[in-house]
């Protein structure tokens, strides 16, 4: 019998480079490719339409990648567990073909799978979604790392495997069912925002612009926040339309060893695996804090002022011109979300998983191990996490990270006529000059929300009592 292996896409949204698929082309030259949605994900509350309408256009170029050599994506609906026997049955495979997850929706997912799958077909997992395995790096005592640098550094002692090249030529699947790529509407789903194109040719070309024009001075054009001086690679990487193996060593070999911008874009990389295997040893972390004594922290979970901030109202420039980028763009640069959740947590004095939801909800690259990683850090209560004590004042934030406006200017139209010396603090301009430059508080623009040194002392107290506590 000809042997026939189904490859189940789900986050590695690509040909070159992917594990599981090479490995089945290794197994056999029938591989029937498919992705299944998921209802299960498509109505879970955080799930965001930026994301889906990315996936889409993912799925899209998936599809046309295929079709260039011979095969097509089949796509299909329903439980997956149901849906791939179905398909094991119509197609006659021996084995189904996956790249590992770890979330624990994922973990228990697969686990289905394999249950419904048992004396069908072989079912196999292989792990592609990060420079090293989650299991892969241990301290010498086997325990898992829970602060970065060391991890960092036992990660950089490993050996990287190098990228592998796509199959040139496939196989027709055999005749099986498919449904057409359905639009967003179809699922439920709408969005204004501006996205970026989604798919593997895209996540390259990406790749390569950064390298040519961002990657060298990225160690102190990143936090910039109106220089497009990040990479922009986060949606690819989440969907897998970028092997991360790829990133990385296309990086390293266009740049010279030891380069400062290289070397502080390879430890992002980095920082993503740190959360993906904190998610996969600590899945605790998915709804509490890592350090479970901040469980006991009493948020005011003001909801009146959580609304302001979801929307970009606080009276803060810098806070709300992120915030409206995230609902312009669904994407916010990484110094701005440092900024907003340390506002939410440490000045609104709001539970962290609110923001974190909230950002799910909008991020094309919302990824659970980072998202919630991201925000543990910002809120005191991660692994190496900000300490408690130490606090961004939103507005130094603004005047070391946007010095001439600009990103607040683009975000925050009300602010554009306000001179440079009164942008950051509106609230300090006389009451003549918010009627000259068309910026009245409270009418065109909202004073302050809160007073952040008052707050500040709150959040200390707020901290120190279950500080105190577990001494």
């Not at 209802?39 to 996936?55: C, K, Q, Y």
């Not at 011979?70 to 790249?99: C, D, K, Q, S």
């Not at 799978?113 to 979604?129: I, K, M, N, P, W």
């Not at 990660?155 to 592998?164: E, F, M, S, Y």
């Amino acid at each position: 019998m000809t042997k026939r292996i189904i490859h189940w896409f789900r986050r590695d949204l690509r040909l070159d480079d992917n594990t599981a698929l090479l490995a089945a082309y290794a197994a056999t030259d029938e591989v029937i490719p498919v992705f299944i949605f998921d209802d299960a994900i498509l109505r879970r509350p955080d799930t965001g339409a930026n994301r889906v309408a990315f996936l889409l256009d993912s799925l899209r170029a998936l599809d046309a990648a295929w079709r260039t050599r011979g095969g097509r994506l089949i796509l299909r609906r329903g439980r997956p567990e149901e849906e791939l026997a179905r398909l094991v049955t119509e197609t006659g495979a021996t084995a189904v073909y996956f790249n590992l997850d770890v979330e624990p929706f994922a973990l228990a997912r697969d686990a289905r799978v394999r249950t419904r799958l048992a004396g069908q077909c072989a079912v196999v997992g292989f792990e592609d979604g990060g420079l090293t395995a989650p299991s892969a790096v241990k301290t010498k005592s086997g325990t898992p790392y829970t602060v970065f640098t060391p991890y960092k550094n036992a990660v950089l002692n490993q050996t990287i495997p190098r990228p592998r090249s796509a199959p040139s030529v496939v196989k027709p699947p055999p005749q099986a069912t498919s449904l057409p790529l359905p639009t967003l509407a179809e699922l439920g789903f709408a969005t204004t925002a501006c996205l970026p194109p989604g798919g593997e040719a895209a996540a390259q070309a990406r790749l390569n612009d950064f390298i040519q024009h961002n990657a060298s001075r990225y160690a102190t054009a990143r936090d910039a926040l109106a220089v497009d001086g990040t990479s922009r690679l986060s949606p690819y990487l989440r969907f897998g339309c970028l092997s991360p193996r790829r990133a990385y060593w296309n990086a390293r070999d266009a740049l010279p060893a030891g380069a400062a911008g290289l070397e502080a874009w390879v430890t992002e990389l980095i920082w993503r695996d740190f959360y993906r295997q904190i998610l996969f040893h600590f899945p605790y972390v998915e709804t509490g804090a890592f350090k479970r004594a901040y469980d006991e922290l009493a948020w005011e979970n003001n909801e009146a002022w959580f609304e302001r901030w979801c929307a970009g109202q606080t009276g803060f420039p810098i806070v709300d011109a992120a915030m409206r980028q995230l609902l312009e763009t669904g994407w916010m640069h990484n110094r701005a979300r440092m900024i907003v959740a340390s506002f939410l947590t440490k000045d609104l004095l709001i539970d962290w998983r609110w923001g974190e939801r909230h950002f799910m909800t909008h991020l094309v690259d919302g990824d659970l191990a980072a998202n919630n990683g991201g925000w543990q850090w910002a809120a005191s209560t991660g692994t190496d996490a900000q300490p408690y004590f130490r606090i961004f004042n939103p507005t130094t934030q603004g005047k070391k990270f946007d010095p001439t406006g600009a990103y607040i200017r683009r975000y925050v139209p009300e602010l554009r006529a306000v001179p440079d010396r009164w942008l950051h603090e509106p609230a300090c301009m006389p009451p003549d000059a918010q009627r000259a430059f068309r910026c009245v508080l409270g009418n065109d623009y909202p004073a302050p929300l809160v007073d952040h040194a008052r707050q500040r002392a709150k959040a200390l107290a707020l901290f120190g009592r279950v500080c105190g506590s577990r001494a």
